[in-house]
């Protein structure tokens, strides 16, 4: 796929179900890329499949969420040298074939981040009516933020040249890295672009979407939005 030096990062927390499936697919669509697990506090099989699939992994002891799985992730991908950093799904909604596409405005140095979009183009996918509204919601306050559209501002299937993870590493949302992030970035300079991509539905496992956190999330998400609006960029 590339020369370049590609991690992509696995958040996973009580991922053991959908895990194998998740790695032997990258490992068969993007041969080339660099693959770690951060296992977030899980109390099932999740490392141990993890270490079977022949895939390093970084173990929290306790859950911290998926904002600081990636910020463990990011750690490393720095700390190891790495030019980018991909966030990835551990449950198999994220497609691996679309990495090379995902990469390549980063590589070429189009842009810092780049977030692959399920609504940039026409993907066929349908959101739940409740959350579609939250994605709508999230997508205007970021157009008002960056003065552009981000169609997909919950994507969680993005990649981050050096120079961003070196910010992340050290702040970084602990739970909600969607919008706010987005904003965050943006502020400090960061070039941003989506690209379009399919995205699959949950293959085994639970939803990180349960009923609590669907309640929780829009107010969260929404207040750590306008807090990284008025906030200045360091």
């Known amino acids: 796929m590339t020369a370049a030096r590609v991690l992509v990062v696995v958040p996973a927390h009580n991922e053991e179900a959908s895990l194998a ?104 996918y349908r959101a739940p009516w409740n959350r579609r509204l939250g994605m709508l919601l999230f997508s205007a306050i970021v157009r008002m933020a960056l003065g552009r559209p981000i169609t997909d501002t919950t994507s969680g299937f993005r990649a981050y040249n050096r120079a961003v993870m070196g910010v992340c590493q050290h702040d970084f949302p602990k739970d909600f890295p969607d919008a706010p992030l987005l904003i965050a970035l943006a502020r400090r300079g960061f070039r941003l672009d989506e690209v379009p991509v399919v995205m699959r539905e949950r293959q085994a496992g639970q939803s990180f ?26």
């Open 209 to 234: 979407y349960t009923l609590g956190k669907q309640l929780y999330y829009p107010y969260k998400n929404l207040l750590a939005s306008l807090m990284a609006l008025i906030r200045r960029p360091v």
């Open 21 to 124: 499936a998740t790695l032997a697919e990258v490992r068969a669509k993007a041969p080339s890329v660099d693959v770690l697990v951060v296992d977030d506090g899980s109390r099932d099989g999740t490392t141990r499949v993890a270490r079977e699939a022949g895939v390093p992994v970084v173990r929290h002891p306790v859950n911290l969420g998926v904002g600081g799985a990636l910020q463990t992730g990011f750690r490393w991908a720095y700390e190891h040298g790495y030019e980018v950093g991909v966030q990835l799904d551990a449950d198999g909604q994220h497609d691996p074939a679309y990495l090379e596409a995902l990469l390549e405005p980063v590589l070429a140095g189009r842009c810092d981040v780049s977030i692959g979009s399920r609504f940039v183009s026409a993907s066929g």
